[in-house]
């Protein structure tokens, strides 16, 4: 069992439930070309986060235990999907929302907090502002 989270590039404005929505999809493989918004963004997220952390494959042998990754990332032009341990979830939690932050992208977790961490610009409403309180 792993803690996920994913990684996305969109220019259209999004609820967190479409974000989640668009997280399912690239687990379950369903629609992907629906979904998949080619960006330069996700590859340099990419290489920000695994010059720091490997991926699973490319960490030291004799020092496995202290890898993140459960298994090797889902990597598309415009997602990457991160399955992480569930001991290092927390502090890889932050670094990953930060460089997604960072970098313009959309972070989602959906596990425990259905947290959906979204560029400024790219977060809408199911509701009126009005109604926000």
């Given amino acids: 069992m792993s803690f996920d989270l994913g990684v996305f590039y969109t220019e259209k404005p999004h609820s967190d439930e479409e ?58 032009a415009g997602h990457v999907l991160m399955p992480m341990v569930f001991s290092k979830a927390e502090e890889m939690y932050s670094v990953i929302a930060a460089l997604a932050e960072k970098h313009g992208l959309v972070c989602v977790d959906p596990q425990f907090s259905c947290i959906v961490t979204t560029p400024p610009g790219l977060w809408k409403s199911e509701r009126p502002w009005w109604q926000l309180w």
Avoid: H
């Fill in 19 to 76: 974000a989640t929505m668009r997280f399912v999809a690239y687990c379950e493989e369903e629609n992907l070309t629906a979904f998949i918004e080619p960006s330069e963004k996700v590859a340099s997220f990419l290489q920000e986060l695994t010059t720091q952390y490997p991926q699973i494959d490319d960490w030291p042998e004799e020092d496995i235990s202290n890898c993140p990754w459960s298994i090797a990332f889902d990597v598309s």
